[in-house]
């Protein structure tokens, strides 16, 4: 396993009000601020890489947006942001590497979602490597199975305002399998273990530490969240609020 002693702020696609998967969205956090911006990646009709959540999406109102124009215009910022693609099918790790190549932006990808961690190898086999934030979902399929309820959740963990926590359910993470999905972590050439921050129980989160397991939490808008987790050190946390989270003080709420 990689480790980092920098924690990553992630823009998540659509921050701020921008439109999801929009170049609206990438001009807006490109130039600087962030570390990362988070952009779902999938084929289009024509079998080219395209923004797409769950399919090719023109919500920025000037068509769909190709990930080799977005590549193209990251040479401009060399300073600039990384970029998480988040790979919504299989297969995708090489054709986003080659293209990320081609624009000489290859050491600022970050990948995370339908990802094989043996496969994001450049395409100069120089032997480096992307950097991988692994969803448990890709080694345990049912690993976010059933539902929990708000009460029994995690650190920063909070209810929306009107609702009652009887109707508050979210995913939650199958105990009988951390174990095995921490060793393999440990093992692969991944960054850090990519969930979702509300199954991190405080137990969940003193395991992790205590194993050397670095994580990736998302999507975290909750400031008392936010601060918490910036507080346990996390690799990285994923927001749509990357400006409250880059303006916040590290305290416990």
Known sequence: METSTTMMITAHSGSEGTPDNSREFFDAFIAGGVDC??????????GDLCLGHDHPETSDGHGTVLLADLFAAMADFPQGAAINCDLKENGLERSVLDLADRAGIAERVIFSGTVCPTA???SDGDGSRARVLYNPENLIPDFYSGTERFAN???G???PAGLPAEAMTLPCADDD???ALLDYCLSAPVAALNINYRVMTPA?????????VPLSVWTVDDPCAQRRFMNAGVFNLTTRLPHQAMSMELKTC
Not at 38 to 46: A, F, I, K, L, S
């Open 37 to 46: 911006l988070e952009v779902d990646v999938r084929r289009d009709e024509h």
């Open 120 to 122: 994001c190898v450049r």
């Open 204 to 212: 969940r989160m003193d395991e992790c530490a205590a194993r050397g």
């Open 157 to 159: 963990a909070s209810q």
């Open 153 to 155: 959740l995690a650190v």
């Open 177 to 179: 399998n951390w174990a």
